[in-house]
């Protein structure tokens, strides 16, 4: 069964405090800690880009992992360096791929990785391809007004690279949503602009229901489940959904104090910190701009 058997992330070593801006915005540290969950966000360089984080990945999967012939290369990203060629193409150019590597970028945002897992799953199963990369890059950092509170607290760059082969954890079941009536809640004219009280609700609201119904259908419950890892949207939207799930905080980590929102890179970031752990069954659910969501659990082969 194709899974996942490595993750590498890169994330900038750039840093812009959120406590050094908290007198600016008028908020005390604790709410930066307690309810956004981000103390410093990383950013990209000057001559960095979704292009060059993704290869910054690549390099530390190879650092971590032996890499086969290459079939098909995927990028989640709604933040590409420029809109024509596709990210994936210019990945391929990079890294001196064959010619007969399959290349193709998904638009998508927090809930980018659930759905690429599996649309990158099916499709190298349908064409019994044995060897992929799923990347994500999404640097909102080129999108956002630093002095919209709003935004600029909260999101982080960064990129992550997923080798899809036969063994590891792959995804047994995922279930997705959509509700295009609250695209209005999340989007970019110029700059991005967000309603949180509007995401928050969606968030809280739709993700435990599906979920549930996950589990359900796998005749699981939430202690079944070794590890929940949360779009790290906030640390208030993570722990105020652990709690309508029922589960032990212990087993739904959150860890963007010190680099923010990643949005689709946002679940293998963490997910890489875990995947050798002794576990067996673990549950994603990647949820935001759109509204869009999906949830999948993977299970060990």
Request: overall charge negative.
């Amino acid at each position: 069964m194709i899974g996942i058997k490595e993750i590498a992330g890169y994330i900038p070593s750039r840093r812009i405090s959120n406590v050094s801006l908290a007198e600016k915005f008028a908020l005390e540290e604790h709410f930066l800690r307690d309810k956004i969950g981000v103390l410093s966000r990383s950013r990209m360089d000057v001559d960095e880009s979704a292009l060059t984080m993704c290869l910054r990945a690549f390099e530390n999967l190879q650092q971590k992992t032996r890499i086969d012939k290459i079939v098909v290369v995927v990028v989640v990203t709604q933040n590409p360096p420029s809109n024509i060629p596709h990210l994936s193409a210019l990945l391929h150019k990079e890294l001196g791929f064959d010619k007969n590597v399959a290349c193709f970028d998904i638009s998508l945002g927090c809930s980018g990785y659930v759905y690429a897992l599996s649309i990158v799953q099916s499709f190298m199963l349908c064409h019994k391809m044995d060897c992929g990369l799923l990347f994500t890059a999404d640097p909102y950092s080129r999108i956002i007004d630093e002095n919209d509170k709003d935004t600029s607290l909260l999101f982080g760059d960064g990129a992550s690279v997923t080798l899809m082969s036969e063994g590891g954890f792959y995804p047994k079941r995922t279930l997705f949503g959509s509700d295009g009536m609250g695209s209005s809640a999340l989007y970019c004219d110029k700059n991005l602009k967000m309603n949180g009280r509007a995401v928050f609700s969606f968030a809280a609201t739709e993700i435990p229901k599906q979920i549930f119904e996950l589990l359900s259908m796998e005749n699981l419950g939430m202690s079944d489940i070794d590890l929940c890892i949360l779009h790290q949207g906030s640390r208030y939207i993570v722990q105020t959904i652990q709690k309508r799930l029922g589960i032990e905080e212990s087993k739904v980590p959150y860890e963007i104090f010190e680099y923010g929102n990643t949005v689709s890179s946002s679940i293998p970031l963490v997910l890489m910190n875990h995947l050798h752990k002794d576990i067996e069954r673990i549950l994603i659910s990647g949820f935001g701009v759109g509204f869009s969501w999906a949830s999948s659990i993977l299970v060990k082969e």
